[in-house]
């Protein structure tokens, strides 16, 4: 079917009591990567908790605030950098396994 693939590119987010009285649950979809989906899992909490508009209760501006800062943030040599870490993860070895 078109649109399938062999494995899943989305990330996702369940943040139970998020912050007061609240939770969190969000998807990435992978259509950009799954690096990108995976980019955007690790920094949207932290994001979203520092953006003046989430601290003020303004939740609808505060999303669309932290989306477009995501957006800029891959961008960024810093970013393709994280993105480039994401889709190569560097190797582990475990001592004792063969």
Known sequence: MQGWRRTNEDAHI???????????FAVFDGHGGAEVARFCERHFISEL???KEYQAKNYEAALRNVFL?????VTTVEGKKELRQLVNPPKTSVIGVN
Do not use: C, Q, R
């Open 14 to 24: 369940t943040a139970l009591d998020f912050d007061e009285g609240m939770h969190l």
């Open 49 to 51: 908790k520092e953006d």
């Open 69 to 73: 800062k995501l957006d800029k943030m």
